[in-house]
């Protein structure tokens, strides 16, 4: 079993920026490959981004791509999702993920595939 915890969410203008953390534990944090998600209100989660399990390699979702840098701290057991160009469309929950990676190219842009899940944290971006 993984607990995982998201924190860093807010209230910010327009163009500012936010960084998530997640903080993992439970398992060996560096056998699971991680994913962020986001559900905007009325609407379904939607895949924002995600990364090996060793950060070689990660993959974003469209309206994200260019603005958001997701990344890994092995050593921290914490996965980051860092938000810039912020705008009122990011308004969300954003989730943080995480599923074994039984090769070192895994991870996935889809949402079943993912095991664990942590709590959501708020992002409100102001007009």
């Known amino acids: 079993q993984v607990q995982l915890v998201e924190s860093g969410g807010g209230l910010v203008q327009g163009g500012g920026s936010l960084r998530l953390s997640c903080k993992a534990s439970g398992r060996t944090f560096n056998n699971y490959y991680m994913g962020w998600f986001r559900q905007p209100p009325g609407k379904e989660r939607e895949f924002v981004a995600t990364i090996t399990r060793d950060g070689s390699s990660t993959a974003y979702g469209d309206s994200v791509k260019g603005r958001f840098t997701i990344s890994r701290d092995n050593g921290k057991s914490t996965a980051y999702l860092q938000m810039v160009s912020l705008k009122p469309e990011d308004t969300a929950v954003y989730y943080c993920?995480?599923?074994?990676?039984?090769?070192?190219?895994?991870?996935?842009?889809?949402?079943?595939?993912?095991?664990?899940w942590g709590q959501g944290t708020q992002v409100t971006v102001s007009s």
């Open positions: 993920a995480a599923s074994r990676a039984w090769y070192a190219s895994a991870y996935s842009t889809s949402q079943p595939a993912y095991e664990f």
